[in-house]
Structures are given as C-alpha cells and as structure tokens.
C-alpha cells in the first residue's frame, strides 16, 4: 500500500522560504517518478515541479526559485521553495507513479494529503 504524506506547509512571509517533504512508504522515491502539485482556491491544480532519474522539470513560475529532490535516506521527496511569493500561496500535493517524459511529467496515482502554503505580510 502506498502512502504519501507531505508536511512543512505554514505561513510565510514575501521573501521567506520553506521546505515541504513527502514522507513516502510503499514505494521506494530514489527510483519513483515524482512531483510536486499546487493548488490555489479557485484554480486548477498544476504542476510545480517534477523528478525522474535525476531528470527535473519545473513550472515557468518557479524556475529559479523551487528546487525539488530526494532524500534517499529518509524515502522522502523535498521541495525547497525560496523567495515566495503571494500567488505561490496554495495546498500543495505530492504525487508519484507518474511519468518525465521529454518536457511532460504523466501523472501518477499516488496522491498525499496536501500542505497548506500561505505567503503572506
């Protein structure tokens, strides 16, 4: 059974940074596609950044300012988000067993519980 759950969400001021992790079991991250999604109230939710086999994409929004990766040790993926601002502001989710093909990442069907992220002064 697999089993995603994020944590590290929280309010941040403009400017701020923060880590959001995804606890996997049931899986094994080092070699799992994966990715993180965002959502904001009344949005579609959208990818932010994705990883496979040491391949990375990220969404124009937060290229130079996210980074994701994997903890190996710990089964965990990481996103460090630096330099928020208020539209990075959103639920984010974690989601495996999708697919980085190309510039594509292929949703997975693994999803967690989502992380709240509130950028605000």
């Known amino acids: 059974q697999v089993q995603l759950v994020e944590s590290g969400g929280g309010l941040v001021q403009p400017g701020g940074s923060l880590t959001l992790s995804c606890a996997a079991s049931?899986?094994?991250?080092?070699?799992?596609?994966m990715a993180w999604y965002r959502e904001a109230p009344g949005k579609q939710r959208e990818l932010v950044a994705a990883v496979d086999s040491g391949t990375t994409k990220y969404a124009d929004s937060v290229k130079g300012r996210f980074t994701i990766s994997r903890d190996s040790a710990k089964n965990t993926l990481l996103l460090q988000m630096n330099s928020l601002k208020a539209e990075d502001t959103a639920v984010y989710y974690c989601n495996a067993g999708g697919r980085l093909a190309g510039s594509t990442y292929y949703v997975g069907g693994y999803w967690g519980q989502g992380t709240q992220v509130t950028v605000s002064s």
């Open positions: 049931g899986i094994i991250v080092s070699i799992y596609s």
